[in-house]
């Protein structure tokens, strides 16, 4: 299955790029501690593994030009994922809570975080990917891979939440690894889906001595 395909992807380029993935999660939580930096970060960590996942020469400055460019965008990306997920939970709760219709709509709610966090998991790749960096684009065109998708996009899902659970189980891979892995994962699923497409190109072909 393709999905497990990628989730083999994953982990190779995480080990391939260990000391990398180590630096860019460090910095991503540096960031994040510092609060206002936390959108340039997540940029920063997300062009890395963009990079990683097109077979493209990767070192830590490319975290830095993440963080430099794609500000504006960025930064709104980066406010949604903050704020919408939440907002929906906690409307869920809300109404599934309560009786009749309303309980109904908690759970039409249920299934359309399902979709956010589906779409979601491809929104930064897309924007590092998009010949045209739009928003409204990306957000338009995550939605479509979603529901074209589903079952994949649900297993890369699954295997993101599975990582942040065994990672905050062993403790010191939420800080040293997760922020990383979760984007190489991500950024490696899309690429996936391109390759199917023949919008990006295949792995490349080790070739023997």
Known sequence: MKAFSVMGRTLKSTYEELFLVIVISLLW???????????????GVQTVANRIANYKRVNQSFFWEG?????????????????????????????????????????????AMLITLMAGQY??????????PSLKLTLRNAVVLAFRHPLFSVLMLLFQLALTAVSVM???PVVILLPGMLAIAQNQALIALLQNMGLAPQPPVMSGT
């Open 29 to 43: 939580w540096v960031g994040l501690l510092l609060i206002v930096t936390s959108p340039l970060a997540t940029m």
């Open 67 to 111: 963080a430099r460019t794609q500000t504006a965008r960025g930064v709104a990306l980066f406010l949604l994922w903050l704020l919408v997920p939440p907002i929906m939970w906690f409307s869920i709760q809300f109404y599934l809570d309560r009786q009749g219709w309303l309980a109904l709509l908690g759970i039409v709610l249920a299934w």
């Open 123 to 132: 929104m930064y790749a897309l924007l590092l990917q998009q010949s045209e």
């Open 170 to 172: 062993l403790v010191i």
